[in-house]
């Protein structure tokens, strides 16, 4: 895998989780403003489609990678997945526990890959090394 391409799975996570941010925090204040906005702020099936397009993407970047091997960012991953799993709609008794989850969880996924972006970039012979293993 040449050094560009090795780029694409952790930008591809990047922009899923950065998606998942935009429709917790950016959602809602667009609400005002497009009311299309707003049914899609509260649509359920939106988080589920996040959350499966989401964790196995950031799973697949991470492996194919070799980033899973270094401690933190697997911690973050899966802070990153526990969050998003928890901010699901599962009835919490206040929107803004979901919204805190589901941003939490997207931040985490997200710091997930620039650490490893930035893991590979000072280390590019060990991670390759690792993505081969």
Do not use: K, Q, Y
Request: with cysteine.
């Amino acid at each position: 895998m040449s050094v560009s391409s090795s780029r694409v799975p952790d930008a591809v996570a990047v922009g899923i989780s950065g998606l998942c941010l935009v429709h917790c925090l950016a959602l809602p204040a667009l609400a005002a403003v497009v009311p299309l906005f707003g049914a899609l702020s509260h649509a359920e099936w939106v988080h589920i489609l996040f959350f499966c397009a989401a964790a196995p993407v950031s799973a697949l970047a991470l492996r194919t990678t070799g980033g899973w091997r270094h401690p933190g960012v697997r911690a973050l991953f899966l802070l990153g997945v526990a969050g998003l799993a928890a901010g699901l709609p599962w009835g919490w008794p206040a929107e803004w526990i979901e919204v805190a989850l589901t941003s939490l969880g997207g931040a985490a996924l997200v710091a997930a890959h620039l650490l490893n972006l930035r893991l590979r970039a000072l280390h590019p012979a060990s991670v390759a090394m690792a993505a081969e293993n």
